[in-house]
T-cell receptor, first 112, second 113 residues
Framework: NAGVTQTPKFQVLKTGQSMTLQCAQD?????MSWYRQDPGMGLRLIHY???????DQGEVPNGYNVSRSTTEDFPLRLLSAAPSQTSVYFC???????????FGPGTRLLVL | DQQVKQNSPSLSVQEGRISILNCDYT??????FLWYKKYPAEGPTFLIS?????DKNEDGRFTVFLNKSAKHLSLHIVPSQPGDSAVYFC????????????FGKGITLSVRP
């Protein structure tokens, strides 16, 4: 079972570059989210979606865009990368069970 | 303002002993709590959860206790095993939050053989 998949696993960007972090799930989950993990900060919610065509901001949305054209995919776009966006990014999805989310393996991003 | 607090950054216990990981929260709206386990270079994996209508939930070696009046929960691992060595995150949410989870900073558990 694939579950939640993320690509790429690792990426190096220069300041000002843009890129898209891909996330896909094959569990037909309506809810999908993006988190970032920084040392000493835990996981913080960037954006989330409650279904295709519906997205909303989380705790730290600035500098990121999302869209949800299909149930399966939830890409995260960095418009103009900054060193402060160096982090590990996790995509998550959940089904009907309240709260319980399944996480992808993460994308490690380094912005120089 | 941190709504979910894991004040101890690390814990070391002997194999076979009990591990107690603590978590405090400040938001009275939270009504569902979860623990996630994370190994290096992997995504967090769900471990155990508890609803605010309960004060205890048990799953094998893992038990979560909830004290609503104190806004405190704890995860007990008995007996601890070396494979339990990981980072443990406490998370909370509430009905109507659209599955948004608020995480603590995590606790690194080391189980010594």
């Amino acid at each position: 079972n694939a579950g939640v998949t993320q690509t790429p696993k690792f990426q190096v960007l220069k300041t000002g570059q843009s890129m898209t972090l891909q996330c896909a799930q094959d569990m037909n989950h309506e809810y999908m989210s993006w988190y970032r993990q920084d040392p000493g900060m835990g996981l913080r919610l960037i954006h989330y979606s409650v279904g295709a065509g519906i997205t909303d901001q989380g705790e730290v949305p600035n500098g990121y865009n999302v869209s949800r054209s299909t149930t399966e995919d939830f890409p995260l776009r960095l418009l103009s990368a900054a060193p402060s966006q160096t982090s590990v990014y996790f995509c998550a999805s959940r089904g009907t069970s309240v709260g319980t989310q399944y996480f992808g393996p993460g994308t490690r991003l380094l912005v120089l | 303002d941190q709504q979910v607090k894991q004040n101890s950054p690390s814990l070391s216990v002997q194999e076979g002993r009990i591990s107690i990981l603590n978590c405090d929260y400040t938001n009275s709206m939270f009504d569902y709590f979860l623990w996630y386990k994370k190994y290096p270079a992997e995504g967090p994996t769900f471990l155990i959860s508890i609803s605010s209508i309960k004060d205890k939930n048990e799953d094998g070696r893992f038990t979560v206790f909830l004290n609503k009046s104190a806004k405190h929960l704890s995860l007990h691992i008995v007996p601890s095993q070396p494979g339990d060595s990981a980072v443990y995150f406490c998370a909370a949410t509430y009905t109507g939050a659209n599955s948004k989870l608020t995480f603590g900073k995590g606790i690194t558990l080391s189980v010594r053989p």
